[in-house]
């Protein structure tokens, strides 16, 4: 036991010995163990060549440039890229010289941060002094040339992936203010970057440097012999006025956004000073929800607090400045959110209003061509009193009254002669139609005919018109088969029969055709209903997720209820296309199950069929 003990202390002490020497406390600071090492990583770090062409615009800019020109050329049998601006060039040395030896050799010390430092020079971007190093990812060699106080140009030279630089004069007539920038050759994968390229990312990412500085920039591609003007990027929609203020601990941010139709393209931005960080701000970590990834907005919100990671730029820091950030956009969501549904729903009132026209429509020719004593049950051929049942204001039903007895070819009542524009009188004609186009008749049974000419635009010919009518298939037999109606007598014996006409207007001739089927007795075609006198209805929604019924008729509101939370009507809601058939196809099922009442289940089936098939394919037409 003892010896066990003594053991045991031994391990104690060697446990504890062990702590006190992995405990001891060290300290220093960091350092580069390799100093080229770490320049390369730095000048790699820029992975989007637009972006480093960007930077080296946004150093003119900040050298008070008013003209900035961008290059891209042939020369040497490569292509390279030159920037020139006419703006302060590179600072001085107490010589007066371009002081080359301190842009080379503080590589992650720029003055601009010095300069924010002291309160100077707030709107200037790029304070890592990392931003000429870019040019490793868009050529081989950097030459940079910017005047002297002697008023002769001097050079500096920098090539990829070695750590010298030169300094040189240049030989030349006369010294030119500002700084060129020029690269070249070309990398392999930026040769295809055109100028107009170039252009279109500089009016998005410089949008409010450019227009806030009033500066000109000008892109001139030699090897597309085009020049372009960089405009800063115009938004489109409705610009959106008295929004709630973005405030944090750290300062205000602003916001410029628009509200317009949902389009892929739709996105806001946010910007630092001017120049645009992130292209959606969507995709940012606590603002992936509502109202910013709805595609409504367009926009941009500046916040000239936050922290960008170097290197890239394009990249925000992740601290207590951008979560003050998020935390403050809270009631700017709220109002966006506000006013986003608000357009929805005029934009569903809208397509609602539509679709209920088109249907209208749809349904009017159809009853053109199918027979009028069994499809009349609506009073589909008179002035509609359900114009209005889309909810459309008066005056807009009213037009739609007129704009569909035009098109249909109805007459206006007696004593009330109609006013038609210019561009409602008729034009040549150019089709004609047989109504109805398909009937079943019994044998010896007697039948009217008639045919509609129609223009271009589907108005009806009345004018310099001639008819002919004939038998081209099967018995029967026809009177007055020179004028626009005409009277059909059945044979005695069943069978199929095929009417046609022929319309002529000076050289143009139009022909049309009619199927009858003779029958030897005809089932009722009419249920005991009385019919809807008031019109084709119009039609609402109502949402009943998890029940089975997809519409209901409403007879005393004259409407349609479509279930809205019926899977196939979301499954409709795909394309405004499909929800339109799937609605003409409800407007068949109530039409024909509320007026062919008492009907055998088959016969009903069969009208459906046949309804359907007409309306769907004057849909296409209207």
């Not at 040189?168 to 390229?197: M, N, Y």
């Not at 009073?379 to 114009?387: F, G, N, V």
């Not at 002919?468 to 199929?496: C, H, R």
């Not at 143009?508 to 009722?524: F, H, K, M, P, Y």
Request: net charge negative.
């Amino acid at each position: 036991m003892a010896s066990s003990g003594t053991h045991s202390s031994r391990i104690l002490f060697v446990a504890k010995t062990g702590t006190t020497k992995t405990t001891a406390a060290e300290r220093g600071k960091l350092r580069i163990g390799d100093d080229w090492n770490a320049i390369r990583i730095i000048a790699l770090s820029q992975g989007n060549p637009l972006k480093a062409i960007a930077e080296f615009v946004e150093n003119s800019i900040d050298a008070h440039a008013k003209t900035i020109t961008i290059t891209r050329g042939r020369e040497h049998g490569g292509q390279y890229l030159a920037v020139r601006d006419d703006g302060e060039g590179v600072p001085r040395t107490l010589d007066g010289l371009p002081d080359f030896k301190y842009v080379a050799t503080h590589i992650c010390d720029s003055i601009k941060r010095r300069m924010k430092a002291e309160g100077a020079g707030a709107d200037l971007q790029g304070e890592f002094g990392i931003g000429l190093l870019s040019f490793w990812t868009v050529g081989e060699t950097l030459t940079m040339t910017s005047t002297g106080a002697d008023e002769r140009a001097y050079q500096m030279v920098m090539n990829k992936g070695n750590p010298s630089y030169t300094v040189k004069l240049r030989r030349s007539l006369f010294g030119e203010c500002g700084t060129e920038i020029r690269i070249g050759p070309l990398l392999d994968g930026i040769r295809t970057l055109t100028g107009e390229k170039i252009q279109w990312y500089l009016a998005s990412e410089l949008r409010d440097r450019i227009r806030n500085n009033q500066v000109r920039v000008t892109v001139i591609d030699k090897l597309a012999r085009k020049q372009y003007e960089v405009e800063p990027r115009q938004f489109e929609g409705r610009l959106l006025h008295q929004l709630p203020p973005v405030r944090s601990q750290f300062g205000e941010a602003y916001a410029e956004l628009y509200l317009t139709a949902p389009a892929e393209e739709c996105r806001v931005a946010i910007t630092k000073s001017g120049t645009r960080v992130i292209e959606d701000m969507a995709s940012l970590p606590g603002l992936a929800h509502a109202p910013w990834p709805s595609r409504y907005l367009q926009g941009l919100i500046d916040v000239p607090y936050l922290n960008l990671t170097p290197g890239t730029r394009s990249g925000i820091v992740h601290d207590e400045h951008y979560t003050a950030f998020v935390d403050s956009l809270g009631s700017l969501e709220a109002h966006l959110n506000t006013l986003i549904d608000e357009q929805r729903r005029a934009e569903e009132e809208e397509a609602n209003a539509e679709s209920l026209r088109a249907i209208q429509r749809a349904f009017r020719e159809a009853m053109l061509v199918l027979p009028r004593e069994e499809y009349d049950w609506f009073e589909i051929h008179t002035a509609p009193a359900s114009a209005n049942s889309g909810g459309q204001p008066p005056e807009q039903a009213a037009e739609l009254d007129d704009e569909e007895k035009l098109a249909t070819g109805v007459p206006e009542p007696a004593g009330a002669p109609m006013q038609r524009k210019f561009f409602e009188f008729p034009g040549p004609l150019h089709s004609v139609m047989i109504s109805p186009s398909a009937i079943t008749l019994a044998v010896n049974q007697s039948r009217s005919f008639r045919a509609v000419p129609r223009d271009r635009a589907h108005r009806r010919v009345e004018e310099t018109l001639t008819f002919a009518w004939e038998i081209t298939e099967g018995a029967g037999a026809l009177s007055s088969p020179s004028d626009q109606e005409v009277e059909f007598q059945a044979s005695s014996s069943p069978g199929l029969t095929r009417l046609s006409v022929m319309v002529v207007q000076g050289e143009v001739r139009c022909s049309a055709e009619a199927l009858i089927t003779i029958a030897d007795r005809l089932d009722n075609v009419a249920g005991t209903s009385t019919g809807n006198a008031r019109g084709l209805p119009g039609y609402t929604f109502e949402r009943a997720t998890g029940e089975l019924w997809r519409s209901r008729f409403d007879a005393e509101r004259n409407l349609i209820v479509v279930n809205s939370g019926h899977r196939d009507f979301v499954f409709a809601t795909r394309n405004r296309s499909l929800q339109l058939r799937y609605l003409v196809r409800l407007y068949v099922k109530e039409l024909v199950l509320k007026n062919f009442t008492g009907l055998p289940a088959e016969q009903v089936a069969e009208r459906m069929i046949e309804l359907s098939l007409y309306v769907e394919e004057k849909l296409k037409l209207s």
